[in-house]
């Protein structure tokens, strides 16, 4: 008969042994909300964990997800087979049986969006002020976003991404690099428009990882059919899974615009992606709204925007983004409300220490 497992509200599972060691997972509700998994990280055995705090990482194709262990202690063994058998969490993530057990979350959270507009800012300030968003939203149960640009123009690369891969992309030579928090692959900022959004844990949206996909997205996606684009959420291209920048992958989610080629079949071009990480109290998202072309960049690194695509005007950016906006208020049930002033002076005096670890060589090389 199985032995009675206890649950963490970040849907880590604990289970006492007959000899005194505890066994530790994650539940099925939670391989379900994460789909598609493509990465695990487990502590080495004889490191020692603490109780409520992450012990590893398990990434899938957007989005990462920190591992929290239930109870402290030592490790004295590891399923080491495990990150190879990704599979096995999805058929058999107890290791006797799969039934479900976690019980489905009410929103608390207030209605309508918060939204501060930020000035650009170097790599390092930008990942310290969405960890900072993050906390201040856990902490008020608010949906909070912010948009920002960057400077100067940055290459920010996806969590599990490997610093050896972007050194060898000739057309990132000499560029700034940042490791984001969240999934997904390699972004070249500079000519798009950069969102952090933070959901609570307890908001519907932050329950699948597709539901705050699709959330946002198709706000993104009404706004633009509105303006007679044809823009839709793609569909997950596997074949294009592996691809070193963010926007030569296909995704679910991923807002993309049709623009016929003449006299060739009409092409889909993404001008929207997001990557996720989510942690026990909250979710980030991070997405890029890609405006126009870098000029600086070129072949595989090189993508069109808006302005290429369907003749969006610089001008008309702003309004663009403000129906986008609205609609994604209203789809929370409140109002928008933009906010003065940086987003870290109103919650968050400790930005600075954030953005060193962001910035550190330890962060940045740890893949």
């Not at 599979?87 to 309508?112: Q, V």
């Not at 507009?117 to 149960?141: C, I, K, V, Y």
């Not at 960057?150 to 030579?173: C, D, H, I, K, M």
């Not at 909250?282 to 595989?300: D, E, F, I, N, Y």
Request: one cysteine or more.
């Amino acid at each position: 008969m199985d032995r009675p497992r206890r649950y963490a509200k970040s849907h880590e599972w604990a289970r006492l042994e007959e000899d005194g060691t505890v066994t530790i997972g994650i539940s099925a509700y939670a391989v379900e909300a994460l789909t598609d998994l493509v990465f695990m990280q487990l502590p080495d055995v004889g490191a020692s964990v603490t109780a409520g705090e992450s012990f590893g990482e398990i990434e899938s194709v957007k989005a990462v997800s920190d591992l929290y262990a239930p109870i402290s202690g030592e490790v004295v063994a590891a399923n080491a087979e495990l990150p190879g058998q990704l599979e096995t969490l999805g058929s058999d993530p107890y290791g006797a049986g799969s039934h479900r057990e976690s019980a489905a979350l009410t929103a608390t959270c207030g209605a309508g969006l918060q939204v501060w507009r930020d000035p650009a800012a170097e790599g390092s300030w930008n990942m310290a002020a969405d960890e900072a968003l993050s906390r201040f939203a856990e902490q008020t149960g608010q949906v909070l976003m912010r948009l920002y640009g960057w400077q100067p123009n940055t290459v920010s690369l996806g969590s599990f991404q490997g610093l050896a891969a972007a050194q060898g992309v000739s057309q990132l030579e000499g560029w700034p690099l940042v490791r984001r928090p969240s999934g997904g692959g390699a972004i070249v900022h500079g000519t798009d428009l950069t969102y952090g959004l933070a959901v609570p844990a307890e908001h519907p949206w932050s329950q699948r990882t597709e539901d705050l996909y699709a959330a946002v997205h198709s706000a993104l996606v009404a706004e633009l059919s509105e303006r007679g684009l044809e823009a839709r959420l793609a569909a997950s291209d596997p074949t294009r899974a592996e691809e070193f920048f963010c926007f030569s992958r296909r995704s679910f989610g991923d807002v993309v615009v049709q623009q016929p080629d003449a006299g060739a079949p009409a092409r889909d071009d993404k001008v929207l992606g997001s990557a996720q990480r989510r942690l026990a109290g909250v979710v980030l998202q991070h997405g890029s709204l890609l405006l126009r072309k870098h000029p600086l960049m070129s072949g595989a690194a090189s993508h069109p925007g808006l302005a290429e695509l369907a003749g969006v005007a610089e001008s008309d950016t702003d309004m663009m983004v403000r129906g986008w906006l609205e609609r994604l208020a209203a789809s929370l049930g409140g109002d928008l409300r933009e906010c003065a002033g940086p987003s870290w002076k109103s919650h968050d005096v400790d930005v600075v220490a954030k953005a060193r670890r962001y910035a550190s060589q330890d962060w940045l090389s740890r893949r």
